[in-house]
């Protein structure tokens, strides 16, 4: 009985505390939030990945091929400086958010002319790592590890004879040791089609025959050689005379990948070379940033039943933008965070978005942009600021904490679709002290929109040129 008596003002505040947590909770009534973990960032500071982590072979069933897909920020890496890293990275992605603007203005413009300084910028020449993804494809023979990209078009690969290569962990392609290897013929049809496809017209060769391309990133980043075809072989899929650039001067560290394969809609991305078997449909599912070693996959093909989605693939319209025809582009009507619909110009003004597995970042015109931030700086209110970093400017010190209550962020596009982004796409971990909301801002209204590959993470994204459709539904992307 004695004992009892120091418990009460224990009790009284335990009473209060209760209070406190009830009121909180009526307040996020209305709030839709999840708990993200903080334990495994704090682990992947101290992990060093000497491992390599290459993908496996892909497979074929159901009528589709999946290749495994591989985040490549942590392949072939030895002990980096992650804050160095993540800089570098942010940098490179506004590079080529950058030179996609002045691609779309060019265009808009008429000023065709100087595409090389508009195309996309894939990883800064003095890049170690890129923030993206990569499948195993066999050309001629050889297994190599590409980078998906469906902002690019023309697949290549580093090729001997090189006149200037970047290291890479494969051995280069030889194509004189391959029998199915033809160069192309610079009165081809196909050679005429680099120009749509990568800005720069094809150039016959000192022989006088083959044709030479040249692709050039905003960067500094460049590949060219001679544009060949071979055999290209994934998972029992044969795609024979299969066309490709065999770069002979290659700069920029591409990670250590052999090079890269265009998902993009012109005639010389390999979706369109593959159309005759794969129908011109394909999807990937990203996998995770923070798990080491997390796999996703790419399926060529169109057969739902092999994907592993949780909700409903739901589909909105591929929006037509003249200006960037060969990206993929769809209509965002709006966006909530916590439950809660944004109001902003941007999703009346009715201009399309570009969704791209190569740009790390999502970016929203300003008026979004603002709301967005707005809205989660008053649910995530609590949580002690941090210092900008780079083109993120809404970052917090989450050091004290093992767990988060983060509001849900869910982009919303025509036709009813309704998109939640994983919860792991809503921070940007440089470290335990400043993690940054993962949105930025693009300088004005009337640049174009881009939704980034760090918001597409654990989705089952599905790219169908054939029905002009993109769908999504949430899957816990896994190879296996
Ligand atoms: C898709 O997979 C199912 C089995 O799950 C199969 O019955 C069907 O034939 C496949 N579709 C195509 C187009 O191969
Ligand atoms: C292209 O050039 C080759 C010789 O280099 C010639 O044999 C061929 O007929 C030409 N093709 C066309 C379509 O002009
Ligand atoms: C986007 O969708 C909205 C609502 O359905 C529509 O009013 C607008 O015209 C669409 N924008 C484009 C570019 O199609």
């Known amino acids: 009985m004695a004992e009892a008596t120091p418990l009460l003002p224990l009790m009284h505040s335990l009473i209060f505390v209760l209070l406190l947590f009830t009121t909180d909770t009526t307040v996020n009534c209305s709030q839709e939030k999840k708990q993200l973990d903080l334990l495994k960032f704090l682990h992947r500071e101290q992990e060093t990945h000497n491992q390599r982590c290459w993908p496996q072979k892909p497979r074929s069933e159901k009528g589709v091929t999946i290749l495994e897909m591989k985040h490549h920020g942590f392949c072939s890496g030895k002990n980096k400086n992650w804050d160095d890293e993540s800089q570098k990275r942010l940098i490179a992605d506004n590079l080529r958010v950058k030179s996609l603007q002045l691609r779309m203005k060019n265009a808009a413009s008429g000023l065709l002319k100087d595409l090389s300084e508009a195309q996309i910028p894939l990883a800064s020449g003095k890049q170690l790592h890129i923030l993206n993804y990569v499948v195993a494809v066999e050309l001629g023979g050889k297994k190599m590890t590409v980078i998906v990209d469906t902002g690019s078009e023309l697949t290549w690969v580093q090729c001997e004879p090189c006149k200037s290569c970047y290291t890479q962990e494969d051995p280069l392609f030889n194509p004189a040791t391959s029998p199915s290897y033809r160069p192309i013929l610079c009165n081809s049809s196909t ?13 016959c060769g000192t022989d006088g025959s083959a044709c030479n ?40 560290l591409f990670g250590g990948a052999a090079g890269l394969i265009g998902l993009g809609r012109s005639q010389l991305s390999l979706v369109a070379q593959t159309s005759w078997q794969f129908g011109g449909v394909f999807s990937y599912c990203l996998p995770s940033t ?20 949780t909700t409903p693939i739901s589909f909105t319209r591929m929006v037509p933008n003249p200006q960037l025809p060969t990206l993929y582009s769809l209509n965002l009507t709006g966006i909530s965070i916590g439950g809660v619909a944004l109001q902003a110009s ?26 967005l931030r707005d809205e989660f700086l008053k649910q995530f209110s609590r949580y002690p ?13 989450l050091s004290k904490y093992k767990q988060v209550n983060t509001p849900t962020l869910k982009f919303h596009f025509e036709g009813g679709v309704e998109v939640n982004v994983d919860i792991e796409g809503v921070f ?28 597409q993470k654990n989705l089952r994204v599905v790219y169908d040129s054939k029905e002009s459709r993109l769908g999504f539904g949430q899957e816990t992307c896994s190879y296996v």
């Open 290 to 309: 923070e798990d080491y070693g997390a796999s996703g996959s790419l399926i060529l093909g169109d057969n739902s039943s092999v994907y592993r989605n």
């Open 346 to 371: 941007a999703f009346s003004s009715g201009s399309g978005l570009l969704i791209d597995s190569g740009t790390v970042i999502t970016r929203l015109a300003p008026s979004a942009y603002t709301a």
């Open 385 to 397: 600021s941090a210092p900008a970093f780079s083109i993120l400017d809404t970052c917090f010190d």
């Open 428 to 455: 940007y971990f440089l470290r335990r002290d400043q993690a940054c909301l993962a949105i930025a801002s693009l300088s004005s209204e009337d640049e174009i929109g881009i939704i980034g590959n760090y918001q």
């Open 213 to 252: 391309y040249i692709v050039s990133y905003g960067d500094g980043s460049h590949t060219s050689g001679e544009l060949g075809s071979d055999s290209l072989n994934f998972g029992g899929t044969l795609v024979k005379n299969f066309i490709f650039g065999c770069g002979q001067s290659n700069q920029g």
């Open 191 to 203: 050679c005429g089609a680099l120009e749509f496809a990568t800005g720069n017209s094809g150039v």
